[in-house]
């Protein structure tokens, strides 16, 4: 009987190449558009009735990343890869993940990678192509229905949503639920978001994205005034957190402040993982308290390498900056 050949990884490269959500599968779906000046794009997917959403930040190709996650009640998916030590190539990070929903929200996550996948977007391993997308999620579970959440397929769509430019802000994508001011209890939260600053000094620049849900407040760095909060019991403003921690009994669950920091400079990941660790100090001078035993708060950083080599002391100071705003 005469033996047929075997296919090679070659040959079942070529074949992955042809089949649907693989390598070649770019030249027959849509398109990305156009990326931001930053080389990345932002999409929202938004459920305005069950309080919910997720916000998806595609990098581009070589984007490098680290991680940084504070708090001791952390949501994450894929955060390892990031780290020192770990990673099958120093610079290979395709997307993060923000999402409402706690941990059932994760799912999200599926469906970019198949959505990027599907886009020949991802590392090529021979035998199919495989994005590397880190996601973590924030608790709004008490926001609206509580067994709503994103699923691969709103993953999917706030990649299809992504835009370079104009991605909106406020009660959309992973902030749509978002509160703050729990520790009086539901009844007297105030609203949360998503948020997104952008600042240039030079060549270099940086931009931060953060979905903000707190236990505490969020005040200005500037005067350290109340932005948002507990609400006072009669009448307009908000209850100052010194006043009630005194009486507190136990610190409430639905809290966690997520983020990606993205710049064009070109950062080694060692770099990246310092510039990322600082971005927290950010939150530390706006959100009281941060980084609780409750929290989960994560932070990325994604260096896009697009511009030439900065000082980091610099970029450290404006992703401080940023993560505050």
Known sequence: MKRLPQRTPRRRAAAADR??????????????????????????????????????????????????????????????????????????????VLSGGS???????????????????????????????????????????????PDAAAGAKACAAARGSGAAEAAVGAGTGAS?????????????????????????????????TAVGEVVDPADGAIVAGVRARRGRGFEPMRDLLAGAGSTPFGNTTIGVIVTDAGLTREEATELVSTAHDGLARTIRPVHTRVDGDTLFVLATGAAVAGSLSMLELIALQQAAS
Do not use: N
């Open 103 to 149: 941990v059932f929200g994760l799912a999200a996550c599926d469906g970019v990678v198949r959505w990027l996948s599907a886009r020949g977007v991802g590392l090529q391993t021979g035998y199919a192509c495989v994005p590397i997308v880190a996601a973590a999620g924030l608790y709004d579970l008490a926001a609206g229905d509580p067994r709503a959440w």
């Open 19 to 96: 089949a649907p959500g693989r390598r070649g599968a770019a030249a027959h779906g849509e398109p990305l558009p156009p990326s931001s000046d930053l080389g990345t794009l932002i999409g929202h997917w938004t459920d305005a009735v069950g309080r919910t959403g997720c916000t998806v930040v595609l990098a581009p190709p070589a984007a490098g990343g680290a991680v940084a996650v504070r708090g001791g009640a952390p949501c994450t998916r894929e955060t390892e890869i990031f780290k020192l030590t770990r990673g099958v190539e120093p610079r290979l990070v395709h997307g993060v």
């Open 180 to 212: 703050v001011g729990k520790a009086a209890g539901p009844e007297r939260v105030s609203g949360g978001g998503i948020g997104i600053a952008r600042r240039q000094v030079g060549a270099m620049r940086v931009e931060a994205i953060v979905a903000v």
